[in-house]
């Protein structure tokens, strides 16, 4: 059974920075793909970034050039950075990864910027 646990969540002002993990309960070698999706109040479950197994990332437009994506191997533990945040990203941010087996979520991590 994967079990995928967020940590690194919490209130920050604006302009603030965090850094959230996703540690994983085996080897991350198998998930060809990861990413960080995140949910606002009342609206849908977006993508916020993704990374590939060989370090290839993509992020959504609204984030570009405030996050960065990574993954380490070694550790099990995917990371997400976050700078310049703004009130807009207050939301639970959810990992996810994708390897053969199926698709697997994490419980999420809250992330609330003040104005």
């Known amino acids: 059974q994967v079990q995928l646990v967020e940590s690194g969540g919490g209130l920050v002002q604006a302009g603030g920075s965090l850094r959230l993990s996703c540690t994983t309960s085996?080897?991350?070698?198998?998930?060809?793909?990861m990413g960080w999706y995140r949910q606002a109040p009342g609206k849908q479950r977006e993508l916020v970034a993704a990374?590939?197994?060989?370090?290839?990332?993509n992020s959504a437009d609204s984030v570009k050039g405030r996050v960065t994506i990574s993954r380490d191997n070694a550790k099990n533990t995917m990371y997400l950075q976050l700078n310049s945040l703004k009130p807009e990203d207050t939301a639970v941010y959810f990992c996810?990864?994708?390897?053969?087996?199926?698709?697997?979520w994490g419980q999420g991590t809250q992330v609330t910027v003040s104005s």
């Open positions: 990374i590939t197994s060989r370090g290839t990332t």
């Open positions: 085996g080897s991350m070698f198998s998930f060809v793909l």
């Open positions: 996810n990864a994708k390897n053969s087996g199926g698709t697997y």
